[in-house]
C-alpha cells in the first residue's frame, strides 16, 4: 500500500500539462456547462487555469473559471480541477436570473498530434446561490450534485 502511494506521489510530480513549460490554449467545448463555449487555458507545466464563455440557448450567457491539475505523463492524462461557475439569463419581464455553482471537472485530455488536443470531461456541480428570474419563485436551490458530461477540442500556441 505505501509503495503504491509513493509511485503515484512522483507520478503526478513529475506530470507534464498540456506541454512542458507554459504557454496558452484556445478551444472549444460541447456540452458540459454550455451547449457550447469558448475556451481560453493558460497553463504551466503540470497546472492551468481554464476560462470558459458559453451559452445554453443564445438568452443567456455563463462564465467559467476552473484551475486544473494534469496527472501522470504521456498522450493521455487525468485532469481534475476545481472552480466556479457564474450564469446569467434575462426574462421577458426584465429581470435577470443569476445562479452561482461549485464546478468539479474530472476527464482526459489526449494529447493527439502537435498543438491538437481532444477531451472529455465529467463536470460534478452543485448550485451555491440562485437569484431567479421570477421575483415571486421561492423555491429552495437545490444542493445535490448534478454531473454535466462535456467534450472538447484546444488548440496549443
Not at 67 to 78: E, I, S, T, V
Not at 98 to 120: C, E, N, Q, S, Y
Not at 123 to 151: F, K, M, T
Request: proline share 5%.
Amino acid at each position: 500500500m505505501a509503495a503504491t502511494l509513493c509511485a503515484v506521489a512522483s507520478s503526478s510530480l513529475s506530470a507534464q500539462g498540456p506541454d512542458a513549460g507554459e504557454g496558452i490554449r484556445f478551444g472549444v467545448s460541447l456540452g458540459g456547462i454550455s451547449t457550447v463555449a469558448l475556451t481560453v487555458e493558460p497553463f504551466w507545466d503540470s497546472r492551468s487555469v481554464e476560462i470558459s464563455l458559453g451559452t445554453w440557448s443564445f438568452r443567456d450567457a455563463s462564465v467559467s473559471v476552473v484551475g486544473k491539475q494534469y496527472l501522470g505523463a504521456g498522450a493521455a492524462k487525468p485532469v481534475v480541477g476545481a472552480g466556479l461557475w457564474v450564469v446569467g439569463s434575462a426574462s421577458d419581464e426584465g429581470r435577470t436570473g443569476w445562479a452561482l455553482v461549485l464546478r468539479v471537472p474530472i476527464g482526459l485530455d489526449w494529447a493527439m498530434a502537435d498543438h491538437h488536443a481532444l477531451g472529455a470531461f465529467l463536470n460534478v456541480n452543485r448550485g451555491l446561490w440562485v437569484r431567479r428570474s421570477d421575483p415571486s419563485d421561492d423555491i429552495p436551490l437545490n444542493r445535490r450534485l448534478v454531473p454535466l458530461p462535456e467534450i472538447y477540442y484546444r488548440y496549443r500556441r
